[in-house]
């Protein structure tokens, strides 16, 4: 498996914007790509302008592969604007 957390700081005022077009994106990844098992996103009470994303693939080429999908490049262009810093972190799974 691959796993990608990605903190998201929004700019002040854009979160009840940005929301439900990361919901629709999530819910699309997992209902329409195969390679993608779990999307979550959070948010945290204290900090309202960061979101952060849990999101677990099949392997890179999975998650290279929603990159390119339909449904995440018109997220990212709608959000990008909204977004004020973005950092990715992936995983990979440990076989011992």
Do not use: I
Not at 3 to 10: I, Q, T
Not at 11 to 22: C, E, S
Not at 66 to 91: E, G, I, R, S
């Amino acid at each position: 498996m691959f796993a990608v957390c990605v903190v998201l700081r929004l700019k002040p005022g854009m979160k009840d914007a940005f929301m439900p077009l990361m919901t629709e994106n999530a819910k699309a990844s997992r209902e329409a790509e195969l390679n993608c098992h779990r999307f979550d996103v959070s948010t945290d009470s204290k900090d309202p302008d960061c979101v952060f994303l849990y999101e677990l693939y099949s392997d890179q080429a999975g998650f290279d592969a929603h990159l390119n999908t339909q449904h995440f490049l018109a997220f990212d262009a709608a959000t990008a604007p909204m977004v004020a810093d973005k950092t990715v972190v992936t995983w990979d799974t440990v076989h011992a």
